[in-house]
């Protein structure tokens, strides 16, 4: 199983970016897709995660509204749009499934991780 992020990189402050993660290696129709993100001396947490069949949860409420999750089941994609992006934002953002079975709410529900990438805001 490989999950394939790309699309991090330096920002600044109030802009946005696309993450983009491509699953491969098995099928993902019982599996949530989604991101997490860890910032330097900080857990690992939640961004948000998207059933197959479209549910979703999500993590802090700092990042409502803000960002969106986009899944492609067809594609097995999950982007992760972000808009508004401070400071606080910067992190290693990892792609991550999680099997339907679970209730994802943090990195113990998650069965497999992808590499990180970093985003980096400015200020």
């Known amino acids: 199983v490989q999950l394939q992020a790309s699309g991090g990189g330096p920002v600044q402050y109030g802009g946005s970016l696309r993450l983009s993660c491509v699953a491969s290696?098995?099928?993902?129709?019982?599996?949530?897709l989604g991101w997490f993100r860890q910032a330097p001396g900080k857990e690992r947490e939640l961004v948000g995660s998207v059933k197959w069949g479209g549910s979703s949860t999500w993590g802090a409420e700092s990042m409502k509204g803000r960002f969106s999750i986009f899944r492609d089941n067809a594609k097995n994609t999950v982007d992760l749009q972000m808009f508004s992006l401070k400071p606080e934002d910067t992190a290693e953002y990892y792609c991550?499934?999680?099997?339907?079975?679970?209730?994802?709410?943090?990195?113990?529900?998650?069965?497999?991780w992808g590499k990180g990438t970093q985003v980096t805001v400015s200020s």
């Open positions: 991550a499934a999680s099997h339907d079975s679970r209730v994802v709410r943090g990195r113990n529900d998650v069965d497999y």
């Open positions: 290696g098995r099928s993902f129709n019982n599996y949530a």
